[in-house]
């Protein structure tokens, strides 16, 4: 075996999961669409059990499916994305941190979507071993750029002509993008922006009706 390949097979295996460049990343887990299955409800709700025991109700106050896993009928990449709202003075927390790591997940600090928060990973294997994928986002409700992501998911479960053109849109994307996951969370932006306001909108909007209607 050339010893140059191998060495830098050894280099990826052994990096944080945030050390990875755009390029290894892509190598490793390229962007592949699977259509929807029933199963990912339930993986959900056995990890956040899991996750809810280990940490605690006091600390895991709100436990979240979002992403296109939890959209019934929609394809997607397979991963189960999870939020969790945690008090504010546990935002960084050590035990918090150590307490995901002994149930498998990687830990790294996440900005470019306002505040820095934490997310953990798990699944993700370097030895190529297929594995259930988690990305677990942890941050309080304070931080309305991630929190935001439930009026999406909302929208879209209650919208079928929009949830297919998401579907749609990052069928394409994936097609296009496999192996640059930057190109293909930016191609969805716009998208994900848009929609996130209307359902926003529709949301204050009911309220107000109810407002009166309460009267």
């Known amino acids: 075996m050339n010893s140059e390949f191998y060495t830098s097979k050894m280099n990826v295996s052994e990096k944080k999961i945030e050390e990875l460049t ?82 498998g997940y990687e830990y790294c600090m996440q900005d470019g979507y306002g505040p820095i928060y ?13 594995s259930q994928k988690f990305f677990v986002h942890m941050t309080p409700k304070t931080h309305s750029q991630i929190w935001d992501r439930i009026y999406f998911r909302d929208y879209l479960r209650k919208n ?12 394409r994307l994936a097609s296009r993008f496999s192996k640059d996951k930057r190109s293909f969370q930016k191609g969805k932006t716009d998208f994900v922006i848009k929609v996130t306001e209307l359902a926003k909108q529709n949301n204050s909007e009911f309220r107000i009706q109810n407002s009166e209607l309460n009267k």
């Open 160 to 171: 079928e002509k929009i949830a297919r053109e998401y579907e749609d849109l990052k069928l």
């Open 118 to 130: 934490m997310i953990f990973a798990k699944g993700f294997c370097r030895d190529g071993k297929n």
């Open 22 to 103: 755009v390029e290894e990343w892509g190598t490793l887990f390229p962007i592949k669409m699977v259509p929807y299955q029933s199963e990912w409800v339930t993986i959900f709700s056995t990890e956040k059990l899991i996750i809810e025991k280990k940490l605690g109700k006091d600390i895991a106050l709100d436990i979240e499916h979002i992403g296109s896993t939890s959209i019934p009928n929609l394809s997607s990449k397979g991963y189960i994305d999870i939020l969790i709202d945690i008090p504010e003075e546990r935002l960084f927390d050590e035990t918090v941190i150590k307490d995901m790591q002994s149930l």
